[in-house]
Structures are given as C-alpha cells and as structure tokens.
C-alpha cells in the first residue's frame, strides 16, 4: 500500500523569504502525486499536480514541485512566501493503476508565515 | 467547487445517536468519496463510490455506511456516533483533468459527538 510521509509538522518562514515542504512518499512506481492546501475552516484546494513527463509542475499562486524518483520525494516550493500564504499544507499520491481513484495524504505541514 | 454541497456544516450530538451527512454534486460525477480529516492524520479514506449502489470501504471504514441511490448524492451514516468519531468529514469527487482523476473536495462539516 502506498504511503506519504510530510517530515515537519510545523513550519514558520518570514514573510518575502523562501519556502521548501518536503514530501517523501512510498509507493512501488509512479504514483499521480498532489499538493493541496487548506486555510483555516476551509475546504483544500488543489495547488498542483504530477501524472508524467516534466518533473517540474507549476501550480497556482506561484508554487512549483519537483518530482524526485530517486528520492521517492515531490517537495513543494515557493521563491518568496506571502502573509496570505499561511495554512496547512498536503502531499497526496494516487495509484495509476487504481480504478477507484482515492488519494492517500501526508499528515500535513501547518505554514506560519511571520511578518 | 464541481458543484460539491455538504450537510450539515456543523453538527453537535451525544454518543450512542445516529448520524447521517450529506454530499451532493450537480455535475454528475460518477466517484465519489468520503474522507476524515484528524490532527497529524491528514485525511483518511472512509469508503467511497463508483456508481450508483457502487460503493467500498477504504482506510477506515470500520462504525460507517454509505449509500448512493443516485448518482448525485452520498450519504454517510454513523449508525451510534463515538466520540472518537469527532472529526471534519470531507466529500470529495473525482473530476477529468489532463487524462487523470483529480479530487475536488467539499467544504467539510464538523461534527462533535459528546
């Protein structure tokens, strides 16, 4: 079974300053992989995704991921982190190969950006 | 938001009572999926929905039902809540993108069972 795993439960950036969350993720080939983030008493939103080709995907509101194969990780980035930024952030992987289509998420990774 | 309508958004009640929540859609999605969201979990996969009277159980499954009598709606029953049980519910639905499924989640509805 496929597994995720977000290292840092809590992260607190300045504002202007860059941005790494990292993703490390278990699965036997290449999974769909998925950031979403969530703001306080919202739903989650989809930030980006990776199915194949250019490891490196563009996202919305100025993120980037890079897939990493030989690592296992697809760590999520930002040049220079917003107040607005702020909320809890997910990894999530699918299996291609998995009609059902369900997602298995990270723990999440609560961003606190400080002024 | 694929049209994704949760009920109720808030909802209070005392162990040991019964509990449905609501997802509905409008744009005819044919999975559907029921997920928990818990602090240092994540989210978890209760069960989901491949059509109509199509359903399965996922991660943790274990004290809920589902049922989808059409393709719209999907209910989740907690037949005699637990407190263990107090969580964020969240419907989600697969939609097409770039030749793969991509979840679109509801906006949640918080339960707290006392």
């Known amino acids: 079974a496929q597994s995720v795993t977000q290292p840092d439960i809590h992260i607190t950036v300045s504002e202007g300053a860059s941005l790494e969350l990292r993703c490390n993720y278990s699965?036997?080939?290449?999974?769909?992989l998925f950031w979403y983030v969530q703001s306080p008493g919202q739903g989650l939103q989809l930030l980006l995704k990776y199915f194949s080709g250019d490891t490196l995907v563009q996202g919305i509101k100025g993120f980037e991921a890079e897939f990493k194969r030989s690592q296992s990780s697809f760590n999520l980035r930002k040049p220079s982190v917003h107040w607005s930024d702020a909320a809890e952030y997910f990894c999530?992987?699918?299996?291609?190969?998995?009609?059902?289509?369900?997602?298995?998420f990270g723990g999440g990774t609560r961003l606190m950006v400080k002024p | 938001d694929a049209g994704i309508t949760q009920s109720p958004r808030h909802k209070v009640t005392e162990t040991g009572t019964p509990v449905t929540l609501r997802c509905h859609q409008t744009e005819n999605h044919r999975y559907m999926y029921w997920y928990r969201q818990d602090p240092g979990h994540g989210l978890r996969l209760i069960h989901y929905s491949y059509g109509v009277k199509d359903t399965d159980k996922g991660e943790v499954s274990d004290g809920y039902s589902v049922s989808r009598s059409k393709t719209e709606d999907f209910l989740l029953t907690l037949e005699s809540a637990t407190s263990s049980q107090t969580s964020v519910y969240f419907c989600a639905v697969a939609d097409r993108q770039s030749g793969a499924n991509v979840l679109t989640f509801g906006a949640g509805s918080r339960l707290t069972v006392l």
């Open positions: 699965y036997g080939a290449t999974p769909y």
């Open positions: 999530a992987v699918g299996d291609p190969n998995n009609a059902g289509n369900m997602l298995t």
